[in-house]
């Protein structure tokens, strides 16, 4: 649904509803789901690419101490394989919206298309760097995966998980070749697959 509405003006209990990491070859896929408050305003919030990491985990403990309700969730590798990246990150979405402790009136979610939920709710192309709530989750969402990033870097070292976060660099796929995937990586995803089949 499309609504044409000035994103800034909405009335209170919106949630913001973003995902991190679709593109990787690792790991999970992340949401977030944020009702802000109106009465408590968080200064700075952006598209979580744009601001640096200090920056993002100052935001994260304010978003999460400041927000009516918030919820991190997420989509597990084997979902993904099993359901593709689009349906399990809709997944995430969904137990993002459901794990809010506060019903909200509408759910903005970032991008083109919006999952199945139970609330009314509207795709926003660029939303988190429009609407606060999108800007907050996107936040909560990347801080929370990058953490999980860094823990399988230490479980799985030779990566380089921690620098390269999942995505398919050189580093990465070189990395790959040599050791082979781990039990984090996605046997759906191209390059895997694609070494799997040869082994």
């Known amino acids: 649904m499309q609504l044409g509405l000035d994103f800034t003006q909405v009335e209170e209990l919106v949630a913001g509803v973003d995902e991190v990491g679709r593109g990787p070859l690792c790991g999970a896929v992340v949401t977030a789901a944020v009702i ?3 009465a408590r305003p968080i ?10 990491e ?3 985990e100052l935001l994260f403990d304010e978003i999460r101490e400041k927000a009516l309700s918030w919820c991190i969730a997420r989509a597990e590798v084997e979902e993904i394989d099993q ?7 809709m997944l995430a979405m969904q137990r993002a919206v459901a794990g809010l402790h506060i019903t909200p009136r509408l759910a903005l979610i970032d991008g083109n298309r919006c999952p199945q939920l139970a609330v009314p709710s509207a795709a926003v192309v660029k939303g988190d760097s429009k609407v606060p709530a999108i800007a907050a989750a996107s936040i909560l ?13 230490r479980q799985y070292p030779g990566y380089g998980i921690a620098g390269h976060k999942g995505y398919p660099t050189a580093v990465h796929l070189e990395a790959l070749q040599r050791l082979g995937p781990t039990p984090v990586h996605r046997r ?10 040869q082994s």
């Not at 200064?43 to 640096?52: A, H, P, R, V």
């Not at 359901?83 to 990150?89: F, G, P």
């Not at 969402?141 to 823990?151: F, I, P, Y």
Request: no cysteine; proline share 4%.
């Open 141 to 153: 969402a990347k801080v929370s995966r990058d953490r999980e990033m860094q823990a399988l870097d």
């Open 36 to 38: 802000l408050d109106p």
């Open 54 to 56: 200090a920056r993002r």
């Open 188 to 197: 759906s995803f191209g390059p895997v697959r694609r070494l799997l089949e």
């Open 83 to 89: 359901l593709n990246i689009l349906h399990a990150t």
């Open 43 to 52: 200064l700075g919030l952006n598209d979580s690419k744009k601001l640096t």
